[in-house]
């Protein structure tokens, strides 16, 4: 039984190898059938916007503010930007929650649609490896950018951002922060893994959650190597956690700092 066991992990370790290799050599590609492959030009960014299944609401009204819909959002393209609502499936594949997605994405064609991930509150800091994972696939940017779904964005300041930071490999760029690891099962922002950050329990500086960009490289290593990432209770410690064993060039904007009072800020809170 032994032996057997230690064959299996073996096996498991060369299938995720494989799975690495294959990222890496651009054999996985079977996202773009889903939301249409590029056409060959080199974006500016892709910006995904973080959504819910009880988000209807918040999305229309974000198409009738900052987001462009329909023809303007194809000529946002065309710039060489690309805005997706961003979702996984539901729990229950193919149920009303699904099927309501589904219909709602043919009319408007503007969501990104994580197939391999399960939309539920306790998945959130995995659906940043599913997000970046599947877009760097489908789309070649210089930025992939993530925006949760409780803020007002800037988005011709944001693009002028983006445009003037072209040809900066290794970017992390965001709200940088760091704060106090919650140890109190209960409390918000729980972080059940807090014994690993020490005596101090200090989270290490990462981007706020809110919005923060990664450069295309760093957005390709987490494809590479979502296998093998941690994640932790939330997602912008978790992407942090990421970028401090690569080197992550980190750019520290209070532009992208949402509930600042900088007249320049690209985001405000919704």
């Known amino acids: 039984m032994l032996l057997g066991c230690k064959d299996l992990e073996r096996r498991i370790v060369e299938a995720e190898m494989d799975l690495t290799l294959a990222k890496s050599q651009g054999y996985l590609k079977n996202q773009l059938l889903q939301s249409g492959s590029s056409s060959g030009k080199k974006l500016l960014a892709v910006i995904g ?59 408007t064609k503007d969501f990104l649609i994580l197939e391999g991930h399960e939309e539920a509150q306790e998945e959130l800091p995995k659906k940043a490896k599913f997000f970046f994972s599947t877009a760097v696939q489908i789309w070649d940017a210089e930025f992939y950018v993530k925006v949760d779904d409780n803020i007002d964005l800037d988005l011709e300041g944001l693009i002028g951002l983006l445009d003037r930071s072209r040809g900066q490999e290794s970017a992390y760029i965001g709200c940088m922060k760091s704060g106090d690891v919650v140890t109190e099962e209960g409390r918000q922002w729980y972080e059940p893994e807090w014994w690993k950050f020490g005596d101090g329990k200090s989270y290490f500086r990462h981007a706020a959650g809110s919005i923060f960009v990664l450069s295309r490289n760093l957005a390709q290593y987490i494809n590479i190597n979502s296998a093998s990432l941690k994640t932790y209770a939330h997602d912008d410690t978790s992407v942090g956690s990421w970028m401090m064993g690569v080197r992550a060039t980190y750019k520290d904007d209070n532009r992208f700092c949402c509930s600042s009072i900088n007249r320049d800020k690209v985001c405000s809170m919704f």
């Open 49 to 107: 916007v973080y959504t819910g299944f009880g988000s209807h609401l918040n999305r229309n009204v974000y198409r009738g503010s900052w987001m462009p819909k329909g023809d303007a959002l194809k000529k946002l393209e065309e710039r060489g930007v690309v805005i997706r609502f961003v979702i996984g499936r539901s729990a229950n594949r193919g149920d009303s929650l699904d099927r309501k997605i589904d219909a709602e994405n043919r009319e």
